[in-house]
């Protein structure tokens, strides 16, 4: 089970050390979860620190270029983000793909480079609510995952569009049944992402093809993140 917090445009340097120091031990208290945190760039290596050395809670990108350097204005390397002591990145969040123009090349560019470089990745697919009321989520979701490559250190979360941020969350069936045809397709790991709370967290996880949860708004508070962590230690 792997339970990743990502905290978006939330928490400069000084916040994310603080919050890294409140959750660096929860890794004993939630047994056989895998715990991420997702700061902005420039509160990466606040979050490593903030963990120490002891800590098995890890800390990923929110993006990563492909390229290793070069004239990339507002792009952040694999090597830059390995040098500040990230271990991984998301890849193709809904929110880089709707508002930066991500396509689904970039997003297999970004995946590739940053396995290239070691770094694990969590690369994001999902249907817009208009896509999936006209009946086009398999699609949708099929040309998303086909351009991910298979990589022991690529897992997939599967995002509604229309659950992120919203409050809406899919029902445990919908996101199975998302989940069922990922895995058809892609061998892999699949988290879910899309308003999980302490609340929902365990009948979502509960799901035989639901592996983790990708967690946004409900990761920010300490306390939240680590019920949603103590509730995937249960299941
Ligand atoms: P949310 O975001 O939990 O706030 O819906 C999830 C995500 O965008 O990864």
Redesign the pocket.
Known sequence: MLIAG?W?LFKGPHEARRFAIEIRHLPTRAAGVEIVVCPPFVSIEAAVQGLGEGSDVRVYAQNVHWELEGAFTGEVSAPMLIEVGATGTIVG???RRQYFGETDDTVRLRAEAALEAGLHVIA?VGETEAQREADQTEDVLARQVAVLPVHERLVI?Y?PVW????GKTATPETAQEAHAFIKSLHETRVLY????KPENAKVLLAQKDVDGA?????CLDALSFEAICLAAAEV
């Open positions: 990502n978006k969040h809904s929110e994001c979360a995002e659950a992120i941020g919203t992402g899309g308003s999980v990708l967690v946004g708004g409900g």
